[in-house]
C-alpha cells in the first residue's frame, strides 16, 4: 500500500488527540487534500501581503524613493491585503478582484526585478563586479519574493470553499472523478486540490531565490552568529526535496515534509534573531523607526519561512491527474 502523508495524519490524529482535537485535525487535512480552503488561504494573503508591504516600504525608505516606481509595491500590497480579505467573506471577490490583483502584482514583481538588476548593472564596474555589486547593490530577488503573497492569492482564487467539501454537488464530484477519466485541466487541478508537482516547482524557485537573498544579507555582517549559516545550509536540501518530489511520490509524502517543517522553523528562529537585533541596537525601543529602518530587516526570514510553508502544503496536497 502506498504511503500517504495526509491518511497517515489523519489517523494519528484520530488515535492519539482527543476527540473534539482530532476529528478537527482531520477535517483541515482532508479540507487541504480536497483544495477547499479558499477562506483560510486569503487569510494567509492578507496578513503575508501586510508584512511584505511594511518591508518593501521601508526598505525603498531607505533608497529615498528615487524612482517613481518604488511606490508600486507598497500601493500593490496594501490593495492585495484589502482583496484576501474580501476574499475571506466573499466567493466572488476571491475569483475576480483577488484572482487580478494578484496577477498585477505579480507582474510588478517581475519589473520590480528588472530595476534591481538595472541597478546592480550601474554601479561602478556593473557586472564587471558581479559579487561586489551584487552584495552591496539592490536585493537582487526581493521583488520576485515580494511576489509571494501574489502567488498564494492567485492560488487561492481557484480554490474551493470550505463549506464545499460538504455540498453534495461536489461530494458527487468527487465520487464521479476517482472513477471517471476526467481530462486533466490546471484550473481543475487546483480546484480539487491536485497540484502538488506544481507548488513543488515554485518552492524549487522560491527557496533558491529566498536562500540566494539570505547567503548575501549576511554575507554583509560577515556571519557574526552561527544561526546566519541556517539558511544557505537548508536550502539545497529543501531544494533537492522539493526537485525529488516532482517525480516521486514517496518523497513527497516523506522527505519534503521534514525539510519543509525546518525551513519554516529556521525562518521562525530567524525572525526571533532580527527582532532581538533590532531591540539590541542603541536606543532599543526608545528609537523603534529608525532601529527598524537600519537595523536587520525584520520581516526577511518569514520569506524563507514562507519557502517552508509552500513545500508543506504541496506535500499535503495530491498529485496532478496524468492525461
Given amino acids: 500500500m502506498t504511503f500517504t502523508l495526509t491518511t497517515e495524519l489523519e489517523r494519528a490524529a484520530r488515535r492519539t488527540l482527543p476527540?473534539?482535537?482530532?476529528?478537527?485535525?482531520?477535517?483541515?487535512?482532508?479540507?487541504?487534500?480536497?483544495?477547499?480552503?479558499?477562506?483560510?488561504?486569503?487569510?494567509?494573503?492578507?496578513?503575508t501581503s501586510v508584512a511584505s508591504g511594511l518591508e518593501v516600504g521601508y526598505e525603498h525608505y531607505k533608497g529615498s524613493y528615487s524612482n517613481p516606481v518604488m511606490y508600486t509595491?507598497?500601493?500593490?500590497?496594501?490593495?492585495?491585503?484589502?482583496?484576501?480579505?474580501?476574499?475571506?467573506?466573499?466567493?466572488?471577490?476571491?475569483?475576480?478582484?483577488?484572482?487580478?490583483?494578484?496577477?498585477?502584482?505579480?507582474?510588478?514583481?517581475?519589473?520590480?526585478f528588472f530595476f534591481h538588476v538595472?541597478?546592480?548593472?550601474?554601479?561602478?564596474?556593473?557586472?564587471?563586479?558581479?559579487?561586489?555589486?551584487?552584495?552591496m547593490g539592490p536585493p537582487i530577488f526581493?521583488?520576485?519574493?515580494?511576489?509571494?503573497?501574489?502567488?498564494?492569492?492567485?492560488?487561492?482564487?481557484?480554490?474551493?470553499?470550505?463549506?464545499?467539501?460538504?455540498?453534495?454537488?461536489?461530494?458527487?464530484?468527487?465520487?464521479?472523478?476517482?472513477t471517471?477519466?476526467?481530462?486533466?485541466?490546471?484550473?481543475?487541478?487546483?480546484?480539487?486540490?491536485?497540484?502538488?508537482?506544481?507548488?513543488?516547482?515554485?518552492?524549487?524557485?522560491?527557496?533558491f531565490f529566498s536562500g540566494f537573498e539570505a547567503l548575501y544579507s549576511h554575507y554583509k555582517s560577515n556571519f557574526r552568529i552561527w544561526a546566519q549559516w541556517t539558511p544557505g545550509l537548508l536550502t539545497p536540501p529543501l531544494i533537492a526535496a522539493a526537485?525529488?518530489?516532482i517525480r516521486s511520490r514517496r518523497i513527497a509524502n516523506t522527505a519534503l515534509p521534514l525539510v519543509s517543517a525546518l525551513a519554516l522553523a529556521d525562518g521562525a528562529v530567524g525572525f526571533y534573531y532580527h527582532a532581538r537585533g533590532i531591540l539590541r541596537r542603541p536606543g532599543g525601543t526608545k528609537k523603534p523607526l529608525y532601529n527598524i529602518l537600519y537595523?536587520?530587516?525584520i520581516f526577511a526570514p518569514l520569506l524563507f519561512a514562507a519557502c517552508g510553508f509552500l513545500g508543506l502544503m504541496a506535500s499535503l496536497l495530491r498529485r496532478e491527474r496524468e492525461e
Fill in 19 to 47: 476527540e473534539p482535537l482530532g476529528k478537527l485535525s482531520a477535517s483541515v487535512l482532508e479540507h487541504l487534500r480536497r483544495g477547499c480552503f479558499q477562506r483560510s488561504l486569503c487569510l494567509v494573503v492578507t496578513v
Fill in 73 to 112: 509595491p507598497v500601493a500593490l500590497s496594501g490593495a492585495l491585503a484589502a482583496a484576501g480579505l474580501s476574499g475571506v467573506f466573499s466567493r466572488r471577490a476571491a475569483r475576480t478582484l483577488l484572482r487580478w490583483t494578484s496577477a498585477v502584482t505579480l507582474a510588478d514583481g517581475v519589473i520590480g
Fill in 118 to 135: 538595472r541597478g546592480i548593472a550601474r554601479k561602478p564596474g556593473g557586472w564587471k563586479l558581479p559579487v561586489t555589486n551584487i552584495v
Fill in 142 to 178: 526581493a521583488p520576485l519574493l515580494f511576489g509571494t503573497s501574489a502567488y498564494l492569492g492567485l492560488m487561492a482564487s481557484y480554490l474551493r470553499r470550505e463549506e464545499d467539501l460538504d455540498a453534495a454537488s461536489e461530494r458527487v464530484r468527487d465520487a464521479a472523478e476517482a
Fill in 180 to 207: 471517471l477519466p476526467v481530462q486533466s485541466d490546471w484550473r481543475e487541478d487546483l480546484r480539487y486540490g491536485r497540484f502538488q508537482k506544481h507548488l513543488c516547482g515554485v518552492t524549487i524557485l522560491w527557496a
Fill in 243 to 245: 526537485a525529488g518530489a
Fill in 295 to 297: 537595523g536587520p530587516p
